[in-house]
């Protein structure tokens, strides 16, 4: 199976904007989950998705939002960009609630 | 907040065994103990899992101690290509969601 896939690998953006991020998941995976690396805060979780809706959501402004599609791709938006958004976005998809989490290669966005 | 605790870097000479601790003294009974590695620039990769018994797969072993609040991932004969970070985590497998809580995880450089 294709593993966990990512677009667009780098993106660089202004302070104030907007961006968007895509993840398609592994074939047949329903849950999709979204993590922020920076090297001063590590991997964080971001949010959940399973089945088009939101299972858990972590302790990120209302400025990053996400969403799941019928077919279990996923899209993360953050709005108003600011700098300390600067980081690698990391995409994860799972078969179930034991079975382990599978990366994708991130997204790595710049914020000047 | 991660549940876990590791050494801060390691190192191993390449061809000899890594043995990479962790503590997760606060571990409940349902809670799954994952592996994953990070090589720079790229999203974690999933190793193994245990509950708690001994795990083997092709990649690494997981001994995990009968009180369940320590484990050592074990990397059999080390290369330069398994140099990374190495994360421990500690997974509740009875909540709804598929959060995982990564530390700062272990910086292991095998040495040639």
């Known amino acids: 199976k294709a593993g966990v896939t990512q677009t667009p690998r780098y993106l660089i953006k202004t302070r104030g904007q907007q961006v968007t991020l895509s993840c398609s998941p592994i074939?047949?995976?329903?849950?999709v989950s979204w993590y922020q690396q920076t090297p001063g805060q590590g991997l964080q979780f971001l949010f959940e998705?399973?089945?088009?809706?939101?299972?858990n959501k972590g302790n990120f402004p209302g400025r990053f939002s996400g969403r799941q599609f019928s077919n279990s791709r996923s899209e993360m938006n953050v709005s108003t960009l600011e700098l300390g958004d600067s980081a690698l976005y990391l995409c994860?998809?799972?078969?179930?609630?034991?079975?382990?989490?599978?990366f994708g290669n991130g997204t790595r966005l710049t914020v000047t | 907040d991660a549940k876990t605790t590791q050494p801060p870097s390691m190192d191993c000479a390449e061809g000899r065994a890594a043995n990479l601790p962790c503590n997760h003294s606060?571990?409940?009974?349902?809670?799954?103990v994952y592996w994953y590695r990070q090589i720079h620039s790229q999203g974690p990769q999933y190793i193994i899992h245990?509950?708690?018994n001994n795990e083997t797969n092709e990649m690494a072993s997981l001994i995990i101690t009968e009180d369940r609040k320590s484990s050592t991932l074990i990397l059999p004969h080390a290369t330069l290509r398994d140099t990374a970070v190495y994360y421990c985590?500690?997974?509740?497998?009875?909540?709804?969601?598929?959060?995982?809580?990564f530390g700062t995880g272990t910086s292991l450089t095998v040495i040639p």
């Open positions: 985590i500690v997974r509740d497998q009875s909540n709804t969601g598929n959060q995982f809580y």
């Open positions: 606060t571990i409940s009974g349902n809670e799954y």
């Open positions: 245990g509950l708690k």
């Open positions: 074939s047949g995976h329903r849950s």
């Open positions: 994860a998809s799972t078969e179930g609630p034991t079975s382990p989490l599978h």
């Open positions: 998705y399973f089945s088009e809706t939101q299972r």
